[in-house]
Protein backbone atom coordinates (compact mmCIF):
# COMPACT_ATOMS: atom_id res chain seq x y z
CA UNK A 1 0.00 0.00 0.00
CA UNK A 2 1.17 3.57 -0.84
CA UNK A 3 1.86 5.98 1.84
CA UNK A 4 1.52 9.31 1.58
CA UNK A 5 2.44 12.87 3.47
CA UNK A 6 3.32 12.32 7.30
CA UNK A 7 2.95 8.57 7.25
CA UNK A 8 5.11 8.55 4.02
CA UNK A 9 8.00 10.65 5.72
CA UNK A 10 7.78 8.70 8.91
CA UNK A 11 8.43 5.56 7.42
CA UNK A 12 11.22 6.69 5.08
CA UNK A 13 12.84 8.18 8.46
CA UNK A 14 12.69 4.80 10.00
CA UNK A 15 14.28 2.88 7.48
CA UNK A 16 17.29 4.62 7.15
CA UNK A 17 20.47 2.69 8.10
CA UNK A 18 22.40 2.92 11.21
CA UNK A 19 26.27 2.27 11.16
CA UNK A 20 26.97 -0.60 13.11
CA UNK A 21 30.24 0.06 13.28
CA UNK A 22 29.46 3.26 15.40
CA UNK A 23 26.25 3.52 18.04
CA UNK A 24 27.35 7.10 19.14
CA UNK A 25 26.16 10.55 17.98
CA UNK A 26 27.03 9.96 14.52
CA UNK A 27 24.74 7.63 14.14
CA UNK A 28 21.71 9.10 15.82
CA UNK A 29 22.30 12.19 13.99
CA UNK A 30 22.01 9.81 10.46
CA UNK A 31 18.56 9.29 11.76
CA UNK A 32 17.31 12.43 13.66
CA UNK A 33 18.96 15.04 11.39
CA UNK A 34 16.43 14.48 8.68
CA UNK A 35 13.64 14.47 10.85
CA UNK A 36 14.87 17.80 12.83
CA UNK A 37 15.04 19.11 9.23
CA UNK A 38 11.55 17.95 8.62
CA UNK A 39 10.00 19.74 11.22
CA UNK A 40 11.89 22.43 10.79
CA UNK A 41 10.39 22.73 7.24
CA UNK A 42 7.06 21.74 8.61
CA UNK A 43 7.62 25.03 11.12
CA UNK A 44 8.54 27.04 9.07
CA UNK A 45 5.48 26.40 6.17
CA UNK A 46 2.40 26.61 9.20
CA UNK A 47 0.84 29.85 8.65
CA UNK A 48 1.51 32.45 11.77
CA UNK A 49 -1.03 32.79 14.69
CA UNK A 50 -0.04 35.95 16.35
CA UNK A 51 -1.04 37.85 12.81
CA UNK A 52 -4.27 36.27 12.39
CA UNK A 53 -7.70 38.57 12.77
CA UNK A 54 -10.47 38.00 14.86
CA UNK A 55 -13.83 39.09 15.24
CA UNK A 56 -16.53 37.73 16.58
CA UNK A 57 -21.11 38.15 15.59
CA UNK A 58 -23.85 36.33 16.57
CA UNK A 59 -26.49 36.62 19.35
CA UNK A 60 -26.15 38.76 22.30
CA UNK A 61 -28.60 37.44 24.42
CA UNK A 62 -30.86 33.95 25.07
CA UNK A 63 -33.61 32.48 27.25
CA UNK A 64 -32.19 30.12 29.29
CA UNK A 65 -32.69 26.47 28.05
CA UNK A 66 -32.40 28.03 24.36
CA UNK A 67 -29.27 27.90 22.55
CA UNK A 68 -27.44 30.94 21.33
CA UNK A 69 -24.98 31.14 18.08
CA UNK A 70 -21.72 32.79 18.11
CA UNK A 71 -19.31 33.18 15.17
CA UNK A 72 -15.60 33.54 15.20
CA UNK A 73 -14.46 35.10 11.79
CA UNK A 74 -10.86 34.06 11.51
CA UNK A 75 -9.02 36.11 8.60
CA UNK A 76 -5.31 34.99 7.23
CA UNK A 77 -3.49 37.74 6.00
CA UNK A 78 -0.30 35.75 5.59
CA UNK A 79 0.97 34.16 2.23
CA UNK A 80 0.67 30.57 3.78
CA UNK A 81 -1.87 28.30 3.86
CA UNK A 82 -4.25 28.15 7.25
CA UNK A 83 -4.77 24.32 8.72
CA UNK A 84 -5.79 25.17 12.25
CA UNK A 85 -7.43 23.61 15.21
CA UNK A 86 -9.36 26.54 17.19
CA UNK A 87 -10.93 26.35 20.63
CA UNK A 88 -13.17 28.39 21.65
CA UNK A 89 -13.44 29.27 25.67
CA UNK A 90 -16.36 29.95 27.76
CA UNK A 91 -17.81 29.25 30.71
CA UNK A 92 -18.47 25.99 32.15
CA UNK A 93 -22.05 27.29 32.82
CA UNK A 94 -22.46 27.97 29.12
CA UNK A 95 -22.16 24.54 28.19
CA UNK A 96 -24.96 21.27 29.00
CA UNK A 97 -22.51 18.63 31.02
CA UNK A 98 -20.66 17.08 29.04
CA UNK A 99 -20.58 19.01 25.67
CA UNK A 100 -18.04 21.33 26.05
CA UNK A 101 -15.28 19.39 23.79
CA UNK A 102 -17.27 18.90 20.79
CA UNK A 103 -18.95 22.32 21.13
CA UNK A 104 -16.37 24.55 21.36
CA UNK A 105 -13.61 22.75 19.19
CA UNK A 106 -13.42 23.51 15.76
CA UNK A 107 -11.10 23.12 12.28
CA UNK A 108 -10.47 25.28 10.19
CA UNK A 109 -8.58 26.01 6.51
CA UNK A 110 -8.08 28.82 5.68
CA UNK A 111 -6.61 30.32 2.10
CA UNK A 112 -3.77 33.02 2.19
CA UNK A 113 -6.10 36.61 2.45
CA UNK A 114 -9.17 34.92 2.70
CA UNK A 115 -11.27 34.66 5.91
CA UNK A 116 -13.32 31.72 7.25
CA UNK A 117 -16.25 31.72 10.20
CA UNK A 118 -16.37 29.21 13.05
CA UNK A 119 -20.03 28.65 14.75
CA UNK A 120 -20.19 27.58 18.45
CA UNK A 121 -23.65 26.58 20.00
CA UNK A 122 -23.76 27.84 23.37
CA UNK A 123 -26.34 26.27 25.82
CA UNK A 124 -26.34 28.13 29.32
CA UNK A 125 -27.79 26.48 32.25
CA UNK A 126 -27.41 29.49 34.39
CA UNK A 127 -29.09 33.24 34.31
CA UNK A 128 -26.55 36.19 33.95
CA UNK A 129 -24.26 37.60 31.69
CA UNK A 130 -21.46 34.69 29.96
CA UNK A 131 -18.42 36.16 28.71
CA UNK A 132 -16.11 34.26 26.07
CA UNK A 133 -12.69 33.36 27.60
CA UNK A 134 -9.83 33.47 24.78
CA UNK A 135 -9.59 31.74 21.90
CA UNK A 136 -6.73 29.59 21.40
CA UNK A 137 -5.74 28.52 17.74
CA UNK A 138 -3.10 25.50 16.81
CA UNK A 139 -1.54 26.51 13.23
CA UNK A 140 0.14 23.01 11.27
CA UNK A 141 2.42 22.53 9.10
CA UNK A 142 1.89 20.72 5.65
CA UNK A 143 2.77 17.64 6.95
CA UNK A 144 1.44 17.41 10.65
CA UNK A 145 4.73 17.22 12.27
CA UNK A 146 4.86 20.52 13.73
CA UNK A 147 2.60 23.49 14.82
CA UNK A 148 2.05 27.13 15.74
CA UNK A 149 0.25 27.95 18.83
CA UNK A 150 -1.36 30.91 19.79
CA UNK A 151 -4.22 32.45 22.31
CA UNK A 152 -6.24 35.65 21.23
CA UNK A 153 -8.87 38.08 23.25
CA UNK A 154 -11.99 38.39 21.47
CA UNK A 155 -14.69 39.43 23.67
CA UNK A 156 -18.09 39.11 23.65
CA UNK A 157 -21.13 38.66 26.55
CA UNK A 158 -23.86 36.65 25.82
CA UNK A 159 -27.03 37.65 28.57
CA UNK A 160 -28.55 34.61 29.44
CA UNK A 161 -32.79 35.57 30.25
CA UNK A 162 -35.38 34.34 32.47
CA UNK A 163 -36.89 31.40 30.86
CA UNK A 164 -40.67 32.76 31.16
CA UNK A 165 -42.25 28.77 31.03
CA UNK A 166 -45.45 30.72 32.53
CA UNK A 167 -45.64 32.69 29.25
CA UNK A 168 -47.88 29.78 28.06
CA UNK A 169 -50.67 30.85 30.64
CA UNK A 170 -50.66 34.22 29.22
CA UNK A 171 -53.64 33.45 26.54
CA UNK A 172 -56.33 32.16 29.09
CA UNK A 173 -56.15 34.98 31.63
CA UNK A 174 -56.06 37.44 28.84
CA UNK A 175 -59.08 35.81 27.46
CA UNK A 176 -60.75 36.42 31.32
CA UNK A 177 -59.13 40.18 31.45
CA UNK A 178 -61.07 40.82 28.14
CA UNK A 179 -64.62 39.19 29.96
CA UNK A 180 -63.91 42.00 32.86
CA UNK A 181 -62.81 44.47 30.36
CA UNK A 182 -66.96 44.37 28.86
CA UNK A 183 -65.85 42.84 25.77
CA UNK A 184 -68.08 39.95 26.99
CA UNK A 185 -70.60 41.78 29.29
CA UNK A 186 -70.49 41.38 32.82
CA UNK A 187 -72.02 43.54 35.69
CA UNK A 188 -68.50 44.54 37.85
CA UNK A 189 -69.57 46.76 41.08
CA UNK A 190 -66.88 47.62 43.42
CA UNK A 191 -65.22 51.10 44.34
CA UNK A 192 -62.79 52.08 41.51
CA UNK A 193 -64.63 50.85 38.74
CA UNK A 194 -65.29 53.01 35.84
CA UNK A 195 -68.70 53.09 33.82
CA UNK A 196 -69.28 51.21 30.54
CA UNK A 197 -72.33 51.06 28.78
CA UNK A 198 -75.55 50.74 29.78
CA UNK A 199 -78.33 47.54 29.19
CA UNK A 200 -81.45 46.23 29.33
CA UNK A 201 -82.39 45.23 32.52
CA UNK A 202 -82.84 41.34 33.52
CA UNK A 203 -83.95 39.83 36.58
CA UNK A 204 -80.85 39.16 39.01
CA UNK A 205 -79.42 42.23 37.98
CA UNK A 206 -78.28 44.57 40.55
CA UNK A 207 -80.98 47.16 41.02
CA UNK A 208 -78.42 49.90 42.66
CA UNK A 209 -77.46 49.81 38.88
CA UNK A 210 -80.15 50.85 37.42
CA UNK A 211 -79.79 53.96 35.43
CA UNK A 212 -82.99 56.14 36.26
CA UNK A 213 -82.25 58.78 34.11
CA UNK A 214 -82.15 56.46 30.78
CA UNK A 215 -84.71 54.58 32.30
CA UNK A 216 -87.29 57.57 31.89
CA UNK A 217 -86.16 58.00 28.49
CA UNK A 218 -87.34 54.81 27.07
CA UNK A 219 -89.86 51.73 27.89
CA UNK A 220 -87.53 49.25 28.99
CA UNK A 221 -85.27 49.49 32.23
CA UNK A 222 -81.84 50.57 31.81
CA UNK A 223 -78.33 49.75 33.68
CA UNK A 224 -75.12 50.44 33.98
CA UNK A 225 -72.50 47.94 33.29
CA UNK A 226 -68.97 48.99 34.56
CA UNK A 227 -65.31 47.42 33.86
CA UNK A 228 -62.26 47.91 35.57
CA UNK A 229 -59.95 50.90 35.83
CA UNK A 230 -56.69 51.54 34.00
CA UNK A 231 -53.62 53.33 34.49
CA UNK A 232 -53.44 51.95 37.62
CA UNK A 233 -49.87 51.26 39.00
CA UNK A 234 -48.09 48.01 39.90
CA UNK A 235 -45.23 47.37 41.97
CA UNK A 236 -43.51 44.16 41.85
CA UNK A 237 -40.95 43.45 44.74
CA UNK A 238 -38.64 40.92 44.76
CA UNK A 239 -37.04 39.77 48.19
CA UNK A 240 -33.48 38.67 47.23
CA UNK A 241 -32.46 38.00 50.32
CA UNK A 242 -31.40 34.78 51.88
CA UNK A 243 -34.62 32.81 51.81
CA UNK A 244 -35.41 33.53 48.19
CA UNK A 245 -31.69 31.11 47.96
CA UNK A 246 -33.65 28.04 49.13
CA UNK A 247 -34.53 25.46 46.71
CA UNK A 248 -37.23 24.11 45.57
CA UNK A 249 -36.46 21.10 43.20
CA UNK A 250 -34.09 22.27 40.85
CA UNK A 251 -34.10 26.17 41.10
CA UNK A 252 -33.81 28.51 43.54
CA UNK A 253 -37.52 30.16 44.67
CA UNK A 254 -36.11 33.22 43.50
CA UNK A 255 -36.22 32.21 40.03
CA UNK A 256 -40.20 30.66 40.61
CA UNK A 257 -41.04 34.35 41.97
CA UNK A 258 -39.28 36.05 38.69
CA UNK A 259 -41.38 34.05 36.48
CA UNK A 260 -44.83 34.83 38.17
CA UNK A 261 -43.87 38.35 38.12
CA UNK A 262 -43.31 38.28 34.42
CA UNK A 263 -46.88 36.77 33.66
CA UNK A 264 -48.30 39.54 36.18
CA UNK A 265 -45.91 42.27 33.99
CA UNK A 266 -47.47 41.01 30.65
CA UNK A 267 -50.85 40.65 32.01
CA UNK A 268 -51.35 44.25 33.79
CA UNK A 269 -49.97 45.56 31.13
CA UNK A 270 -52.16 44.57 28.07
CA UNK A 271 -54.86 45.80 30.88
CA UNK A 272 -53.51 49.18 30.96
CA UNK A 273 -52.22 49.22 34.12
CA UNK A 274 -48.38 50.85 34.86
CA UNK A 275 -46.30 48.12 36.03
CA UNK A 276 -42.69 48.86 38.05
CA UNK A 277 -39.85 46.37 39.54
CA UNK A 278 -38.15 46.70 42.49
CA UNK A 279 -35.38 44.21 43.28
CA UNK A 280 -34.21 44.71 47.42
CA UNK A 281 -32.71 42.55 50.41
CA UNK A 282 -30.36 45.73 51.83
CA UNK A 283 -30.35 47.80 48.91
CA UNK A 284 -31.57 48.04 45.62
CA UNK A 285 -30.73 45.40 43.39
CA UNK A 286 -33.03 46.17 40.28
CA UNK A 287 -35.17 49.14 40.02
CA UNK A 288 -37.49 49.51 36.47
CA UNK A 289 -39.87 52.36 36.18
CA UNK A 290 -41.86 54.41 33.65
CA UNK A 291 -41.78 52.00 30.55
CA UNK A 292 -44.38 51.89 27.89
CA UNK A 293 -46.73 48.95 28.16
CA UNK A 294 -44.57 47.51 24.62
CA UNK A 295 -41.12 48.00 26.46
CA UNK A 296 -42.10 46.85 30.20
CA UNK A 297 -41.99 42.86 29.51
CA UNK A 298 -38.21 43.45 27.66
CA UNK A 299 -37.22 45.74 30.55
CA UNK A 300 -37.79 43.49 33.25
CA UNK A 301 -36.73 40.16 31.45
CA UNK A 302 -33.31 42.20 30.95
CA UNK A 303 -33.19 43.83 34.48
CA UNK A 304 -33.77 39.94 36.24
CA UNK A 305 -31.27 38.49 34.22
CA UNK A 306 -28.34 39.16 36.42
CA UNK A 307 -30.58 38.90 39.75
CA UNK A 308 -29.04 36.43 42.69
CA UNK A 309 -30.24 35.54 45.90
CA UNK A 310 -28.04 37.18 48.47
CA UNK A 311 -27.03 35.65 51.74
CA UNK A 312 -28.01 38.14 53.91
CA UNK A 313 -31.39 38.96 55.83
CA UNK A 314 -33.67 41.37 53.98
CA UNK A 315 -33.95 44.94 55.67
CA UNK A 316 -37.89 44.82 55.94
CA UNK A 317 -37.84 48.50 56.87
CA UNK A 318 -35.56 49.77 54.24
CA UNK A 319 -37.35 47.79 51.93
CA UNK A 320 -40.31 49.40 53.27
CA UNK A 321 -39.19 52.87 53.21
CA UNK A 322 -38.09 52.12 48.76
CA UNK A 323 -41.52 50.79 48.05
CA UNK A 324 -43.27 53.83 48.87
CA UNK A 325 -40.83 56.33 47.76
CA UNK A 326 -41.09 53.81 44.13
CA UNK A 327 -44.78 54.09 44.91
CA UNK A 328 -45.69 57.22 46.06
CA UNK A 329 -49.56 57.47 44.75
CA UNK A 330 -51.87 54.64 45.53
CA UNK A 331 -51.10 51.21 43.87
CA UNK A 332 -50.89 47.75 43.94
CA UNK A 333 -47.87 46.44 45.92
CA UNK A 334 -46.51 42.33 45.02
CA UNK A 335 -44.15 41.51 47.30
CA UNK A 336 -42.81 38.29 46.06
CA UNK A 337 -41.37 36.88 49.18
CA UNK A 338 -41.12 33.83 51.70
CA UNK A 339 -43.85 32.61 54.63
CA UNK A 340 -41.43 32.01 56.80
CA UNK A 341 -42.70 33.03 60.20
CA UNK A 342 -39.17 34.67 61.85
CA UNK A 343 -38.61 36.93 58.83
CA UNK A 344 -42.34 37.80 58.53
CA UNK A 345 -42.64 38.08 62.34
CA UNK A 346 -39.57 39.89 62.98
CA UNK A 347 -39.37 42.13 59.52
CA UNK A 348 -42.24 42.27 57.24
CA UNK A 349 -45.69 42.46 59.97
CA UNK A 350 -43.93 45.43 62.21
CA UNK A 351 -43.62 47.20 58.60
CA UNK A 352 -47.20 46.17 57.20
CA UNK A 353 -49.33 48.95 58.23
CA UNK A 354 -46.96 51.85 56.53
CA UNK A 355 -47.78 49.88 53.04
CA UNK A 356 -51.27 49.29 53.99
CA UNK A 357 -52.29 52.25 54.55
CA UNK A 358 -51.39 53.73 51.55
CA UNK A 359 -51.52 50.70 48.85
CA UNK A 360 -53.21 47.25 48.11
CA UNK A 361 -50.88 44.80 49.25
CA UNK A 362 -50.45 41.01 47.60
CA UNK A 363 -47.62 38.99 49.31
CA UNK A 364 -46.56 36.05 47.18
CA UNK A 365 -44.79 33.20 48.28
CA UNK A 366 -43.20 29.68 46.43
CA UNK A 367 -44.45 26.64 48.40
CA UNK A 368 -42.28 23.56 47.98
CA UNK A 369 -44.21 20.85 46.84
CA UNK A 370 -42.10 18.73 48.56
CA UNK A 371 -43.60 19.18 52.01
CA UNK A 372 -46.62 18.50 50.65
CA UNK A 373 -45.47 14.84 49.62
CA UNK A 374 -43.81 14.05 53.01
CA UNK A 375 -47.18 15.12 54.96
CA UNK A 376 -48.93 12.12 52.87
CA UNK A 377 -46.33 9.80 53.33
CA UNK A 378 -46.98 6.50 55.67
CA UNK A 379 -45.82 3.10 55.86
CA UNK A 380 -42.40 3.28 58.10
CA UNK A 381 -41.06 4.97 61.08
CA UNK A 382 -39.02 7.31 59.06
CA UNK A 383 -42.41 7.87 57.05
CA UNK A 384 -44.79 8.95 60.03
CA UNK A 385 -42.35 11.49 61.51
CA UNK A 386 -40.99 13.28 58.04
CA UNK A 387 -45.11 13.18 58.07
CA UNK A 388 -45.05 15.09 61.30
CA UNK A 389 -42.20 18.13 60.60
CA UNK A 390 -44.37 18.56 56.99
CA UNK A 391 -47.81 19.18 58.85
CA UNK A 392 -45.89 20.81 61.80
CA UNK A 393 -44.60 23.23 58.40
CA UNK A 394 -47.78 23.36 56.66
CA UNK A 395 -49.35 24.99 60.30
CA UNK A 396 -46.73 27.30 60.81
CA UNK A 397 -47.32 28.80 56.92
CA UNK A 398 -50.88 28.69 57.39
CA UNK A 399 -50.89 30.93 60.55
CA UNK A 400 -48.25 33.24 58.96
CA UNK A 401 -50.56 33.50 55.86
CA UNK A 402 -53.34 34.32 58.09
CA UNK A 403 -51.51 37.02 60.33
CA UNK A 404 -51.04 38.47 57.03
CA UNK A 405 -54.35 38.27 55.88
CA UNK A 406 -55.65 40.14 59.30
CA UNK A 407 -53.53 43.07 58.35
CA UNK A 408 -55.69 43.03 54.76
CA UNK A 409 -52.63 41.38 52.54
CA UNK A 410 -53.84 38.95 50.20
CA UNK A 411 -51.81 36.31 49.88
CA UNK A 412 -50.97 33.82 47.62
CA UNK A 413 -48.83 30.77 48.60
CA UNK A 414 -48.25 28.12 45.43
CA UNK A 415 -46.11 25.79 44.08
CA UNK A 416 -43.64 27.35 41.82
CA UNK A 417 -45.63 25.65 38.94
CA UNK A 418 -49.04 27.11 40.04
CA UNK A 419 -48.00 30.41 41.44
CA UNK A 420 -47.75 32.15 38.86
CA UNK A 421 -51.28 31.73 37.11
CA UNK A 422 -52.78 31.86 41.30
CA UNK A 423 -50.86 35.09 41.07
CA UNK A 424 -52.23 36.24 37.85
CA UNK A 425 -55.99 34.97 39.38
CA UNK A 426 -55.49 37.35 42.34
CA UNK A 427 -54.53 40.10 40.37
CA UNK A 428 -57.97 39.54 38.04
CA UNK A 429 -59.70 39.18 41.07
CA UNK A 430 -58.67 42.33 42.89
CA UNK A 431 -59.37 44.06 39.43
CA UNK A 432 -63.04 42.63 39.66
CA UNK A 433 -63.45 43.74 43.47
CA UNK A 434 -62.63 46.98 41.91
CA UNK A 435 -59.47 47.46 44.28
CA UNK A 436 -57.00 48.31 42.49
Not at 93 to 121: C, D, K
Not at 169 to 182: I, N, Q, T
Not at 353 to 363: A, N
Request: hydrophobic share 40%; net charge positive; with cysteine.
Amino acid sequence: MALTGRAALLAALGSLPVGIWDPGWSGILAVNAPLAVACACDYALAAPVRRLGLTRSGDTSVRLGESADVALTVTNPSRRLLRARLRDAWPPSTWQPGTEMSASRHRLTVPPGERRRATTRLRPTRRGDRQSDRVTIRSYGPLGLFARQGTHKVPWTVRVLPPFTSRKHLPSKLARLRELDGRTSVLIRGEGTEFDSLREYVPGDDTRSIDWRATARQSTVAVRTWRPERDRHVLLVLDTGRTSAGRVGDAPRLDASMDAALLLAALASRAGDRVDLLAYDRRVRALVQGRSAGDVLPSLVDAMATLEPELVETDARGLTATALRTAPRRSLVVLLTSLDAAPVEEGLLPMLPQLTQRHTVLVASVADPLVTQMAASRGSVDAVYEAAAAAQAQTERHRTAEQLRRHGVTVVDATPDDLAPALADAYLALKTAGRL
